[in-house]
């Protein structure tokens, strides 16, 4: 009886060594077999979606077969590993090993938008809804409910997030973006607040904001950024009102057409420096460090009035005389590529 027994122990577990042998030598052939992609192809690996799940639509596509080998090698050997969401690209030569390991090291495909130093909140709403990887879901939100979820009620947009380029993967939202460019930009404001100059005419951080948005519109020429600076606090310090035209362009808002008439420039907006004292009450554009920086840092000196040259730079001077008459040079005989700020600001970028 006991070597009855014994027999059929040893035939248990020689049929087990032997299954395990056939499970193991079907696994290796389902890791080897080439994946059936014959060009590029991105699958998408949703928010939740589980490796199982997404290794049987790649069977029922035809991408590979032997899923049920590949689910057991993922839970046996990597049942701790996340599985990343977004799109994975496949290209031809690779099998199914390949496709796994790129599942563990997460190497999801990723995008990337560049929000603009100049842009308006106008600008980044519409680069972000072209974004077509990018989950929409701002559409139809206010300005108001944005800042509301971004922890920010009450508070205006414009200037509040940061320009730079952003990389993103096929799920993540618009707001997600917008989340990280508004994170970003209290950082790099407060950074810079915390090594501010001394005596500036600034109340808080925010107002050093709207300082930096003026000087980016005025001037993308890096060494010219502390003297605006210097111009504009200047004039504040002696109760001079700023006359800055790009506040005034921002606050006709749609009406502006290219062309600022004498007109433009006697109208009542909370924007028109050349009527309002002191500063506009918002931002009037996405500034970069270079701009915050310029706002906390003015460049000493004397000069009060400043005119563009045409080609993006501007002339200084102390005194009106002095100004009128590079106004009369430069800005009554202009020519034909005359320019009163930096050229255009690109388009939405993106990969």
Request: net charge neutral; glycine share 8%.
């Amino acid at each position: 009886m006991i070597r009855l027994f014994l027999l059929l122990l040893e035939g248990a577990l020689l049929l087990a060594g032997l299954a395990l042998g056939l499970g193991a030598w079907r696994q290796q052939v389902a890791l080897e077999q080439p994946l059936n992609v014959s060009e590029e192809r991105l699958i998408d690996v949703p928010a939740g979606a589980t490796p199982g799940g997404v290794l049987n639509r790649l069977e029922a596509d035809g991408v590979l077969d032997d899923a049920f080998w590949l689910r057991l090698y993922w839970r046996f050997n990597l049942k701790d590993q996340p599985l990343h969401s977004g799109e994975y690209r496949l290209t031809a030569g690779q099998n199914a090993r390949d496709l796994l390991a790129m599942w563990r090291q997460g190497e999801v495909v990723q995008y990337s938008l560049t929000l603009v130093e100049g842009w308006s909140i106008r600008q980044v709403r519409t680069a972000l809804a072209r974004q077509e990887k990018l989950q929409q879901t701002l559409n139809g939100v206010s300005d108001a409910e944005l800042m509301t979820r971004l922890g920010a009620p009450g508070m205006n947009p414009e200037g509040r997030f940061f320009p730079d380029t952003y990389r993103f993967v096929r799920g993540m939202s618009d707001f997600d973006l917008l989340k990280q460019a508004h994170t970003r930009l209290e950082s790099v404001l407060a950074e810079e607040w915390a090594k501010r100059a001394e005596g500036l005419p600034y109340r808080d951080p925010y107002e050093a904001l709207i300082m930096a948005s003026m000087i980016e519109k005025e001037t993308g020429v890096p060494q010219e950024r502390g003297e605006i600076a210097g111009v504009f606090v200047r004039r504040l310090r002696i109760g001079m009102r700023l006359q800055t035209d790009p506040t005034v362009i921002y606050g006709l808002g749609e009406r502006y057409n290219g062309r600022l008439t004498r007109a433009h420039l006697r109208e009542p907006t909370p924007y028109n420096t050349y009527v309002i004292d002191g500063m506009p009450p918002t931002p009037i554009a996405l500034v970069g460090r270079e701009a915050i920086h310029a706002a906390l840092h003015p460049v000493d000196g004397k000069s009060l009035y400043f005119v563009a040259r045409g080609d993006g730079s501007h002339v200084f001077s102390a005194t009106l005389e002095a100004h009128n008459r590079a106004v009369r040079e430069y800005q009554l005989n202009r020519r034909a590529d005359y320019r009163s700020s930096p050229a255009p600001a690109p388009q939405p970028v993106t990969e």
